[in-house]
């Protein structure tokens, strides 16, 4: 989908759910040089990790580099200094490996779960939540319809989160969903003691993603409740009372340098791409 000098490229519906929430978007390329991303991890106030395709495997770019966001973000919140972290869809899986430091929590081509929107069925942890204590009543209500649009093969099983003792430790499993075929998979965590929260499903979709024959919710409660999710994101990170140190590093990043580039193949995606 994009052209052959391209390194790397996400969906602009990120960027349209992070600024409709009152978030300012830097873009953190994976091929940054380790130097730049860790000073410009220390001055965002939130990182997100995108859904995508990139390969999870150890020693890969995207891998390397995200192991290392994850523990920065880590050491930071130890030190004192309130970072949050939020992973969607690949983010997710991502964020479930590296609190494993196992690959084979990952379920591969397990699940029969694109383009469908689920439920969230909420487990017996999800009161003690952070995430669940902050949501309204009604938007608690209309999550366990089927509103979360969910784009994805791969993923974890519930037991997984049980049995491993890293995992267990780590993440609170707030909610699973159950595929087309019946199989449960973990669909929503938070982390025990850090502000990192994931979602196997895509609350950024259905306000600015529309196709055909698509299986995804633009009913005005599905909205209102990926809003808050937004919004929830965004009450974290203006908890970070991080800043740049480096104007010049900090206008570079910024995502207003870009241009949204329309899909080349004729559908309603949007991007921004890097080269």
């Not at 390329?29 to 939130?46: F, K, S, T, W």
Request: proline share 4%; aromatic share 12%.
């Amino acid at each position: 989908m994009v052209d052959g000098s391209a390194t790397s490229c996400f969906a602009a519906f990120y960027v349209k759910w992070l600024e409709s929430s009152g978030v300012r978007v830097a873009v953190l390329r994976y091929d940054l040089d380790p130097d730049v991303m860790a000073e410009a991890i220390r001055g965002v106030n939130g990182v997100l990790f995108t859904g995508g395709g990139e390969s999870l495997k150890p020693n890969t770019p995207y891998y390397e580099a995200a192991n290392r966001i994850f523990k920065q973000v880590l050491d930071i919140n130890d030190q004192g200094t309130f970072l949050p972290l939020w992973g969607t869809c690949m983010g997710f899986q991502l964020l479930t490996i590296l609190a494993a430091n196992n690959q084979s929590v990952l379920e591969h081509h397990a699940f029969d779960s694109e383009d469908i929107s689920l439920p969230l069925l909420f487990s017996s942890e999800a009161a003690d939540s952070r995430l669940v204590q902050a949501m309204p009543s009604h938007i608690h209500s209309i999550l366990q319809r089927n509103v979360t649009s969910n784009l994805h093969h791969d993923g974890v099983k519930p037991e997984t989160y049980a049995t491993n003792g890293r995992l267990k430790a780590f993440y609170r499993l707030i909610s699973t969903s159950v595929d087309r075929k019946g199989n449960p998979f973990g669909s929503t965590l938070e982390a025990r003691n850090y502000p990192i929260t994931a979602t196997q499903w895509h609350p950024e979709r259905p306000q600015f993603e529309w196709r055909l024959h698509e299986g995804f919710s633009h009913t005005m409660e599905t909205f209102e409740a990926m809003q808050w999710m937004g919004r929830y994101f965004s009450s974290l990170v203006h908890q970070s009372n991080q800043s740049f140190a480096n104007a010049t590093l900090e206008a570079e990043l910024s995502i207003y340098r870009h241009h949204v580039t329309l899909d080349p193949t004729g559908g309603s995606y949007q991007f921004y791409i890097f080269g």
